[in-house]
Each structure stands twice: as C-alpha cells, then as structure tokens.
C-alpha cells in the first residue's frame, strides 16, 4: 500500500509513520507534505497513492482547497479533532478520521475501514469529498444573515449571533447586543450554514455560539447547564447522551 501524509505537525507526521510501519510494515510512505501549496504540487505531479492521511488544518490554510485543484480519487483519512458535521459526512461516505490525540487501535480501526470500503471509492471516487465540502462549506460557514424587519431588509453578520432558537414554530436569531430577528429558514437549515467549530447544536431549539458561553455546570442526572453572556428564554441543558460531544467540541478548538 502506497500512503502519502499531509501534515503541518513535523512530530505528528513522524508519530503516525511509525504507527503505520508497526500496524502495515509492508506499506510504504510515498511523501510527507505540509502544505495545501505543496500537496497540490505532489499531487499533480504524481500518480495518487492508495491513501492519504490529511489533517484538516494545515500552515497555510484548510485541506479542503486542495480538492479544488486536485481530483482525488482514493480513500481520505483525516487525521483531526473537527466538528460533529465533519464526522457526521467522513463515515457516512466511507472515509474515517482519526480524532488527535490517536492511539494504535484508533489507527488499526481506520485501516480496516478503508479496506472495507476501497470498492466504493473506485466506484464513486468524489462523491464522499464532494458531499462533505458541501456539508462543512470549507469549514468557515456563512458569515452573514439577511433578515426582514420593520418592513426593512438587513444583514446580520454571524460572529454577531449569540444563539439561534425555535420560538414558537420559527427559529429566530438573537445577537450579542440583544435584538431579536425572526427567519424563514429550518433550524436543520440554518445549523448545515454555520461553522461546525464555532455554532453547537445543544438540542432541537438551540444553536450556541462558543463565544455566547460564559459557563458550563453539572446538573442533575448527569446533565450539563449552559450559561450564556446573553439571557435566553429558558434553561440551556444537554442531556447525558451529549455531554461528551458538547466537551469534546468546548476543548478541540
């Protein structure tokens, strides 16, 4: 098995080739690449390998540009500690990722994922990669909102926004500064927009900036209270069945 590694971790990237010679000492490791510049270089240069791990972030940007220059067409694991939506469209088409910091089993575990799945990537070679760039919009998310109000259509940018959330049967945004702005959209909708990294989905009705916390509790059974810098109409608590995800997404910043 021919590997290329895309990572901008000098250590990281030396870690994960001693891990995978241990687990596949037949495999050989074609490049290690730092950069969005030069894995698009080797990329169009050479022929594609059987795999590639690629960190998501990397020194001069988001992997994801490379896919806009390159046409990859064998199996991606990415090597990160991205949001839910990133995750969510990795396994579902296939591709896995590898949560940092990895262990060998972790390692091991995506080798057979690829391995299960390398028929479905000779088949439909982009249509996992297509679907997760649609899915994270390159990971920055929109960055603004255009509202109606008082006859008046505005934009509200969305490093503005505090939280999101269903009032009545609509969602509605409300900002740092404490206005109030109805929109059409589903919430469903309006999560899929936003920035994975930067906007959690705490239940059906809330969608929270990580810069609107202003504290976490423990609560009763094992639920998690939110406390914002901004009110909200009621109490923000995540169940059991989220907690770990909602502190996974709070450290890996």
């Given amino acids: 098995m021919k590997i290329i590694i895309i990572e901008d971790e000098l250590k990281a990237a030396k870690s994960l080739e001693n891990l995978i010679g241990k687990i596949r ?3 050989t490791i074609l490049a290690k690449l730092q950069s969005i510049e030069s894995s698009i270089d080797y990329l169009l240069n050479n022929e594609l390998p059987d795999l590639i791990f690629m960190d998501i972030q990397l020194s001069d940007g988001l992997c994801f ?8 067409s064998c ?3 990415f090597c990160t500690a991205y949001g839910e939506y990133a995750m969510d469209a990795i396994k579902a088409n296939g591709v896995d990722y ?3 910091p990895f262990s060998e089993e972790d390692l091991v575990t995506a080798f057979e994922k690829v391995d299960n799945f390398k028929n479905f990537f000779q088949q439909k070679p982009t249509t996992g990669l297509d679907d997760l760039l649609l899915k994270i919009g390159l990971a920055e998310g929109k960055k ?3 509202v109606f109000r008082n006859n008046k259509y505005t934009t509200v940018q969305t490093e ?7 009032k009545y049967t609509s969602p509605s ?5 404490g206005e109030e702005y109805s929109i059409t959209q589903s919430l469903d909708q309006v999560q899929g927009q936003l920035s994975s990294k930067q906007f959690f989905r705490l239940n059906r009705q809330y969608l929270i900036n990580f810069s609107a916390i202003k504290e976490v509790e423990h609560y009763f059974a094992r639920k998690l209270f939110v406390r914002l810098s901004v009110p909200t ?10 907690t770990t995800a909602f502190l996974q997404w709070l450290e890996n910043r």
């Fill in 25 to 27: 000492p037949t495999a």
């Fill in 65 to 72: 540009e490379i896919f806009k220059s390159v046409k990859i």
């Fill in 75 to 77: 199996p991606v694991v």
């Fill in 98 to 100: 590898l949560l940092k």
């Fill in 144 to 146: 603004s909102f255009l």
């Fill in 160 to 166: 503005q926004i505090a939280f999101i959330y269903i």
């Fill in 173 to 177: 945004i409300m900002t740092f500064q």
């Fill in 233 to 242: 109409p009621e109490k923000l608590l995540i169940g059991k069945e989220k």
